[in-house]
């Protein structure tokens, strides 16, 4: 009997899914049939997701964290579109994949969205692709290298960069000042004041202005 894995590939940049989707595509044998569909930004992702067919599940999503963001769906970070995936999909496996190395991203990746892989681009081969696709599938975890060692260190801080977070950054990175915020976010100014003073914190830029902040988090993917 031959077993359908359906798949979702989602990344800004085709040639990177068609690189993966040539990768996977090896993997196929003659009692496994991929079936693998893919999207360029988050309101696709979205529509494949709300949309599939007869509403069968995708067994496997793969998900870049640097997307840009969909304000219509009020995601601001594939961070975001991964934390959508888990409340419409709770059942599909989710691979994460992410240029980013910092712990501080790692962390927050972690966190929001216990991924049961998560892979650094530049760790990538086809070998551990494979191979994570493997044990995913089998119902285990899998992690890059570099993953494994942020992992095996204490963290700097354990400040969790949220959904909120990411939209005043966003906005700022806009810029929107601080002061005409609350106009977009339900907080209020020292609300917002803190959690950026918190963020500056957890990006080691406490002494910085806004710039730094938005420098910081570009650098750090959050942007």
Do not use: W
């Not at 934390?83 to 496996?93: A, F, N, T």
């Not at 570099?146 to 959904?163: E, S």
């Not at 700022?172 to 209020?188: C, H, Q």
Request: proline residues 3%.
């Amino acid at each position: 009997m031959i077993k359908q894995i359906k798949i979702l590939m989602i990344d800004d940049h085709a040639l990177i899914i068609e690189g993966y989707k040539s990768i996977l595509e090896e993997y196929t044998t003659d009692k496994t049939d991929l079936i693998i569909d893919t999207a360029l930004d988050c309101d696709e992702a979205l529509a494949k997701i709300e949309n599939s067919p007869g509403n069968k599940i995708y067994d496997v999503v793969f998900l870049d964290i640097g997307l840009p963001p969909s304000i219509l769906r009020n995601i601001y970070s594939g961070e975001d579109l991964g934390i959508k995936i888990r409340e419409l999909s709770p059942d599909s496996k989710l691979i994460v994949i992410t240029s980013y190395n910092e712990n501080s991203r790692i962390f927050n990746i972690m966190k929001n969205l216990n991924p049961e892989s998560l892979l650094i681009k530049s760790d990538i081969k086809n070998s551990e692709f494979i191979a994570a696709f493997e044990k995913v599938m089998d119902g285990d975890s899998y992690y890059s290298q570099t993953v494994n060692t942020l992992m095996k260190r204490r963290f700097r801080n354990d400040i969790l960069i949220d959904h909120i977070d990411r939209k005043i950054l966003f906005y700022i990175s806009k810029g929107v000042r601080t002061k005409d915020l609350n106009s977009k976010i339900n907080l209020s100014i020292p609300a917002i004041e803190k959690r950026k003073r918190n963020m500056k914190l957890a990006f080691g830029v406490e002494n910085g202005g806004d710039l730094v902040l938005i420098e910081r988090a570009r650098e750090l993917g959050f942007l």
